[in-house]
């Protein structure tokens, strides 16, 4: 290592991290603000939770049959329930009084008309009084008690006509799924793969997006602040040779972007766990387990994609006069790494139209995505192809980053934007 | 190759688009010397100053410093120049004592010699006081006499110091004039400033060059100018060479 590349890196990391627009926007906010979220919408759906639980459902038997004494008990069962003793055209002014969640109206006949071999209504209404999210819970769990009294009164009619179980006839068919993933059997129904293959395929392209997003925006500051605090000209005329000069920048903003994404993705951690437990789902975690050598695969790709991305962004804010027209200036390279991350999530590339195919396949940034699928799917040589081109656009930006660093263009270049005519005569700096 | 000649620039020409802030412009300065570039505003002294400095590049002619070419040979050039841009930052965020140590970290060779460049550096600046605050805690000329003394204190070959003591108070101008002045007579520092403060230029350069639109139009020592164009001081010169030029 060149004597004065440990100096530069120094002031860069330094400069960068004493940064309150960075330490505290990019990396305290982001890994504290996740967890917060993440405590807030749990607290909130816990008890919208509760609260859905001990909404009563009011009931208007008209029948009292057999029949109608089943779904009685199966709504009994899943939380409290007012029987209403009342004529059937005051029974839903009552229930309102009540402040029941629900009105049930089991009509006259009801039983009987089951018993003839015939469908039977049955009313339910259910009352959006305080909204949100506690009424759609409250929903589901009326839905699913009326579902398991509609099975029981299944399972009876069917023995009054029949010798055979009832359970067959029901559910005749005992399923055995297993799923084949990368030329293993896995004893996984393939519903659950698919989701925890989504969710890998969706979370690793937004996490990849997010790093990158990140080091462009902290490496385009490192740029763009020394001209506008007037420091390049200084660092330009020291004893360092251009190269190290753009090294040190490169390096030290993927280090101060790499405790950023770690603090983010800290904080996205936990923001999914806490979501998790609020909605009681279980996570598809360990279903498909990375292993250590796609970790790292995914973690070279990543870099190359960084190399390219911080190269890029140092490119851009050499041509900005400030910190946020850079950072103005590197939105717009987002587009190229939105874009291919999106439309791949959902689609595979073969699926698109011709067109968009070589468009996408062109832009550099689509190779992670491809690259991190390719790692899922086991497809190496695809993936090496993929990284290679990530590579090879890295080179080539960093060549033409160099080339910039040790011309003059570094400090005299400029994109104006707008529709200002350039001012001609006296432009000093 | 090595040259006693501190400073040799001839024939250079820069454009800056239609703008042409240099037309041939050619001076010498020895070893030793404090040589001041005068002239009015957008005559080309800061792009003189930048191309000595290895900021910019020359459309054509030569420019050499102790012999080496700025453009060909600029890596030889940073090691022995030091230069004090018209309008100096330091980082905001570090303090100034971290500026200074980070500044003498590419000209000391041991520690000792960067710990003796950095007390240079506090003393030249006369920041005692406030060296460990932090930058953006000073004041504007604070800030200039913080870049000053980053400039003097490395010890180069040639300083290249545009408008040094713009924005300082009397006392810190007189200060670093001093500092100036000592510097050239105990280690043999050959300085190349750009002044408005004819004052300045008149007490402390051997030679004065007047620039004007991009060229040289008279250069000499104060003394000489003044009986050459019977002026009582150089703001008079000043004036009469640029109006009949
Ligand atoms: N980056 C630039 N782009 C375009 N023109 C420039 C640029 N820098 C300087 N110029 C032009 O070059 C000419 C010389 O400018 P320079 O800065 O060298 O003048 P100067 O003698 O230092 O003036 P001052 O006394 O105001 O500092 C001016 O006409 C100026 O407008
Ligand atoms: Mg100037």
Known sequence: MPKVLAPLLKKEILDLLRDPKILIGMIVLPAVLYPVMGAAMRASMTAAGRAALQLPVAVLDLDRSFESEIIVSSLSESGEVITLEVEPDKALDKALEMEAGALVVIPEGFGECLRAGKRSPIEIHVFFESGGFSTQMFAGRLESAIESASKIISAYLVSLTSNVDPEVILNPLELDYSSVFRGEVLDVPPQALAGALMGQMTTTPIVAMLVLMFAMQIAATSVAVEKEERTLETLLTLPASRRNILLAKLVGSAFVASLGSVGVMAGLWYYLKMMNVAFESQPFEGLVTISSKDLALLAVALMAANMLALTLAIILAVFAENVRSAQALVGNLYILIFIPAFMLMFADIETLPVAAKYVLIAVPFTHLALATQHITWGEYTMYAVNVLYLFVWSAASMLLADRIFSSEKILTARIRWGWKRRTRGNEIK | ?245
């Open chain 2, 1 to 245: 190759m090595a040259s006693e000649q501190a400073v040799f620039v001839a024939k250079l020409t820069k454009s800056y688009g239609k703008i042409r802030a240099l037309r041939g412009l050619s001076f010498r300065i020895e070893k030793g010397e404090i040589y001041g570039l005068i002239g009015p505003n957008g005559a080309g002294k800061t792009t003189t100053l930048r191309i000595l400095a290895t900021l910019i590049q020359p459309d054509s002619g030569e420019a050499r410093v102790f012999g080496y070419d700025v453009v060909k040979n600029a890596n030889r050039v940073r090691a022995i120049i030091s230069y004090l841009p018209e309008e100096a930052g330091a980082y905001r965020n570090l303090s100034g004592l971290e500026y200074l140590k980070f500044m003498a970290s590419f000209y000391a060779t041991d520690e000792s010699s960067l710990q003796e460049m950095v007390e240079e550096g506090i003393s030249i600046s006369g920041l005692e006081g406030r060296i460990r605050d932090k930058v953006k805690t000073y004041s504007q000329g604070m800030k200039r006499r913080l870049a000053l003394a980053r400039t003097l204190m490395v010890q180069p070959k040639l300083a290249i110091l545009d408008e040094p003591t713009s924005g300082l108070d009397v006392i810190h101008a007189h200060h670093v004039r001093s500092v100036i002045k000592r510097y050239v007579e105990d280690r043999g520092l050959t300085v190349l400033l750009s002044s408005h403060n004819m004052l300045e230029v008149e007490t402390l350069c051997d030679r004065v060059g007047l620039l004007h639109k991009g060229n040289l139009v008279e250069e000499g020592p104060p003394e000489e100018l003044k009986r050459k164009h019977r002026a009582a001081n150089l703001e008079e010169v000043f004036v009469e060479v640029t109006a009949i030029a």
